[in-house]
């Protein structure tokens, strides 16, 4: 009698505890949908913002300001293309810093129509990396690559943008954008330089707490260095 009575008890307590799980299952997949409907609408809303800028060129007679809407669309297109991956991943937290940069490289190239006078060597170790860190690398990437383009070759002939991103040892990644071009100016101050681009990519280095260079060496180098912990990535 006694062992029956136990019995039941252990079994009405196995059942509660299938319920709670199934309850939590529930609100695992409802967060997770959650997000990943919070990333589309923010790609969605991205892609607009672009649409707009678009737009508004159409009306605009002033190059610099033409140029300067351009860069603000790839910027915000560098940061769109990461949430149209994390929807699209598993894990929606973590961007596949390869695929990544293979795909915003493939952007630029169609946005400044250069796949017949630029050529761009990727050399990408395989690594996820967080939101936190890989929005500042995108848009670093995206300024970067795009001085490139614009500055470096002014005859438009045998440019080659060489583009590295490693994994090191202790948790430190180096990303390394360098040209076969022209080379900074004999004035260039890289710590206090009226460039948007140069001050942007300081700021962003900084907020990683990374490491940030430019340098001439046979044309344009420049170099971020910066450390991720996955345990104090949150």
């Known amino acids: 009698m006694f062992k029956k009575r136990t019995n039941k008890v252990l079994e009405t307590q196995q059942n509660e505890i299938n319920k709670k799980n199934t309850a939590l299952q529930k609100l695992v997949v409802e967060k997770e949908w959650l997000l990943r409907e919070i990333h589309h609408r923010i790609k969605n809303n991205l892609h607009m913002v672009v649409g707009l800028l678009a737009s508004q060129t159409e009306f ?6 033409v140029q300067a809407i351009n860069d603000s669309q790839n910027r915000i297109q560098a940061m769109s293309l990461i949430h149209q991956k994390l929807y699209q991943s598993e894990s929606l937290s973590i961007i596949d810093m390869p695929s990544y940069i293979f795909e915003l ?37 995206n300024e970067a690559v ?5 500055y470096a070759f002014p005859d ?13 040892k202790n948790n430190k990644y180096v990303l390394i954008i360098g040209d ?5 100016p004999p004035d260039f101050d890289p710590y206090n330089n009226p460039s948007l681009g140069i001050k942007l990519m300081h700021g962003l280095s900084a ?22 912990n996955e345990n104090n990535s949150l």
């Open 156 to 168: 438009h002939k045998n440019g080659v943008i060489t583009i590295s991103l490693k994994a090191v």
């Open 180 to 184: 076969n071009g022209i080379g900074l």
């Open 146 to 150: 795009t001085n490139a383009i614009k």
């Open 60 to 65: 605009l007679k002033n190059e610099e300001a």
């Open 105 to 141: 490289t493939e952007y630029l190239k169609d946005s400044f129509e250069i796949r017949n006078t630029i050529r761009i060597i990727l050399d990408i170790d395989s690594f996820n990396l967080p939101l936190s860190h890989s929005i500042p690398i995108g848009l670093i990437f």
């Open 207 to 228: 907020d990683i707490d990374g490491k940030f260079l430019i340098t001439n060496s046979n044309g344009t180098k420049i170099t971020l260095e910066f450390i991720f």
